[in-house]
């Protein structure tokens, strides 16, 4: 006769077949790690070139700055680590928390346009509809959504944002500028 917990422990899934779900991290997921790594490391080097201006800016930047340099740097571990572990969600959760945060901050971020919003807001609403989407997806457990609705955010709303935040003369890259004298 099995006892009370035996019983209990047949009816859990195993962990190791949980865990990644049948997908190994491809090539994709490790060009976005090193993608979104090189993009925290130029954010890390234009913030040093400008540290002198930072007392011009209001906080609402740096709250913005912080959470997309922690987002950048979790893009990695959630790409590459094994997925529906308790640190998988964990990190998730981190992660999209901050990224809900980061587009409501960017909304108090209107510096152009006298004070109104311009079309980089978009990409707060693209943000808040693709954490939606991330989160539903992961509760309903399909994962292949997940994994899109992931991608979607990293490349549309970190990578290519990013990249363009160093060109056409922005803060940024002014900043990139006096790094690299």
Same mark, same amino acid.
């Given at each position: 006769?099995?006892? %009370?917990?035996? =019983?209990?422990?047949?009816? !859990?899934?195993?962990?190791?077949?949980? %865990?990644?779900?049948?997908? @190994?991290?491809?090539? $994709?997921?490790?060009?976005? *790690?090193?993608?979104?790594?090189?993009?925290?490391?130029?954010? =890390?080097?234009?913030?040093?070139?400008?540290?002198? %201006?930072? *007392?011009?800016?209001?906080?609402?930047y740096f709250v913005h700055? +912080?959470?997309?340099?922690?987002?950048? =740097?979790?893009?990695? $571990?959630?790409?590459?680590?094994? @997925? +529906?572990?308790?640190?998988?969600?964990?990190? &998730? !959760?981190?992660?999209?928390?901050?990224?809900?945060?980061t587009a409501a901050v960017?909304?108090?971020i209107r510096d152009i346009?006298?004070? &109104? $919003?311009?079309?980089?807001?978009?990409?707060?609403? $693209?943000?808040?509809?693709?954490?939606?989407?991330?989160?539903?997806?992961?509760? !309903? &457990?399909?994962? !292949?959504?997940?994994?899109?609705?992931?991608?979607?955010?990293?490349? #549309?709303?970190?990578?290519?944002?990013?990249?363009?935040?160093? %060109?056409?003369?922005?803060?940024?890259?002014?900043?990139? +500028?006096?790094?690299? #004298?």
């Amino acid at each position: 006769m099995a006892t %009370q917990a035996e =019983a209990d422990t047949a009816s !859990k899934p195993n962990m190791k077949e949980r %865990q990644l779900w049948g997908y @190994k991290p491809s090539w $994709f997921d490790y060009l976005l *790690s090193v993608l979104s790594v090189a993009l925290v490391a130029a954010v =890390a080097l234009a913030v040093w070139g400008g540290w002198e %201006q930072m *007392s011009l800016f209001p906080a609402t930047y740096f709250v913005h700055f +912080g959470t997309i340099i922690l987002m950048l =740097a979790l893009n990695p $571990f959630i790409l590459l680590c094994e @997925k +529906g572990t308790p640190r998988h969600r964990l990190i &998730g !959760k981190i992660w999209l928390v901050t990224m809900i945060v980061t587009a409501a901050v960017s909304l108090l971020i209107r510096d152009i346009n006298d004070g &109104g $919003f311009s079309p980089i807001h978009i990409l707060s609403i $693209f943000a808040f509809y693709g954490s939606w989407r991330i989160y539903s997806s992961a509760r !309903k &457990g399909d994962h !292949k959504s997940h994994r899109r609705h992931v991608y979607t955010l990293i490349i #549309g709303a970190l990578l290519i944002a990013g990249f363009f935040t160093f %060109q056409f003369d922005r803060l940024f890259d002014r900043w990139l +500028g006096m790094a690299l #004298g």
